[in-house]
């Protein structure tokens, strides 16, 4: 007997069909003899329409009221998991984030958990009782209602699973994390085994298969992490065990990956925004003045490259979320006299394109196989950015699918 977390997302939950099918998932881990809490987001769409409704009924609206509103979402998908697990003779129950409870901070509508309280679920677990969670939920020390922020259920199952100590299994539209979207590859291959810090890279460069902070949370804990397809077969075997294998793909520690790619996926994102700043005078303090007023705005700067300096001026480049870059223009062109720029010019056609793996910490030459593979393509690189096991470029929009393509091929990925 061993303890699961199995978290569904929106597709999974979209009509009472999918539910069903969902509560067959379920059915089979606790034939298994399996302890299982389950946590469920809102029915797709749900939330969207929520969020709509809110805004509508004011633009400008109270933080703490929003949570309420777009809370309710998860507790309507919770309660009918529930009735549908307990007509099929399974004991359930829901429990919703203030009953558990799942502690948070008062930062409405981007809470960030503190603690989660789960011995009233391992005392219904004593009792052969399965528990569905509302994920995307939790309730502040003043006792009022608060997400987690857009995708805060996966974080809500992980840290479920580490106060539990139990496994956890995200479900998703999807059967694993592949090497690159198969949306535009398609010979991209799924990966078995990817260790926790190369999909907290390729989740936070554009990978959409798992949500950041969840990545995170399960690394700190060591919490066991499979990826799963919601619509595969429910009696498909699930052996996720750190020294076995899964039908999905398991997100471990590196030294549980016996065979690591040197470069193990290619992310990209569309979501980007480039500003130079012209001819600033080099000196210092001059990005201060530069990146203090944006980080005090709430705007993140991602890639930053400072060309050499000429005559004592310097151009600098920054990118930033695509959806952030008016506001971005704005405190630059507030900021002109105490920066003492001579121009800015900004494009929204970028992309970010990245390679990931592990495997780069100890072979040479990734950056220049990129770099040479983009060159021969006739792709312009605009800015670089490296860490211990990433590089990502800057590219012209346009030229997106044909650098994931062509990187994914130079470096090995293709599959049959």
């Not at 939790?138 to 996966?154: C, E, P």
Request: hydrophobic share 40%; proline share 3%.
């Amino acid at each position: 007997m061993g303890r699961l977390v199995m978290k569904f997302g929106g597709t999974s939950v979209a009509d009472i069909d999918r539910i069903r099918n969902v509560a067959r998932h379920v059915e089979r881990e606790v034939k298994a003899g399996n302890e299982v809490a389950v946590v469920v987001s809102a029915m797709a769409g749900t939330t969207d329409r929520l969020v709509g409704w809110a805004r509508e009924a004011a633009p400008l609206h109270d933080a703490r009221e929003y949570d309420t509103i777009v809370a309710s979402g998860e507790q309507i998908t919770a309660g009918l998991l529930a009735i549908v697990l307990q007509e099929m003779g399974i004991p359930a129950r829901s429990w919703l984030g203030w009953q558990v409870p799942v502690k948070t901070d008062s930062m409405h509508g981007a809470a960030r958990i503190l603690d989660i309280d789960a011995s009233g679920i391992i005392e219904r677990f004593a009792q052969g009782q399965v528990a569905v969670m509302a994920g995307f939920q939790g309730i502040s020390d003043d006792g009022r209602v608060t997400t987690l922020g857009r995708g805060g259920s996966d974080t809500s199952a992980v840290a479920l699973a580490a106060a539990l100590g139990a496994r956890c299994d995200i479900y998703t539209d999807v059967d694993g994390v592949y090497t690159t979207d198969p949306r535009i590859v398609p010979t991209a291959r799924k990966i078995d085994r990817i260790s926790y810090e190369e999909m907290l890279e390729l989740a936070s460069l554009g990978a959409k298969v798992l949500q950041t902070r969840s990545v995170e949370l399960a690394m700190v804990h060591r919490v066991p992490l499979q990826v799963r397809s919601s619509f595969e077969a429910p009696d498909s075997p699930n052996q996720n065990t750190i020294d076995g294998t899964g039908p999905g793909t398991i997100v471990c520690d590196e030294e549980h990956i016996v065979e690591q790619q040197v470069v193990t996926g290619i992310a990209y994102s569309k979501d980007e925004g480039k500003v130079t700043v012209v001819r600033v005078p080099d000196r210092p303090g001059v990005s201060a003045a530069i990146f203090g007023p944006l980080a005090e705005n709430g705007i993140s700067v991602d890639m930053i490259v400072q060309n050499v300096s000429e005559d004592g001026l310097t151009d600098i480049t920054f990118t930033v979320p695509q959806k952030d870059l008016p506001r971005a223009l704005k405190v630059i062109e507030g900021c002109k006299g105490e920066i003492g720029y001579e121009a800015v010019r900004s494009s929204g056609s970028v992309a970010k394109v990245s390679v990931v793996g592990v495997g780069m910490r100890s072979h040479a030459g990734v950056a220049a196989d990129m770099f040479k593979a983009l060159a021969a393509r006739g792709i312009n690189i605009e800015a670089i950015t490296t860490s211990e096991i990433k590089i990502s470029v800057l590219i012209d929009a346009a030229y997106t699918e044909l650098a994931v393509r062509t990187l994914h091929s130079t470096y090995g990925l293709d599959g049959e």
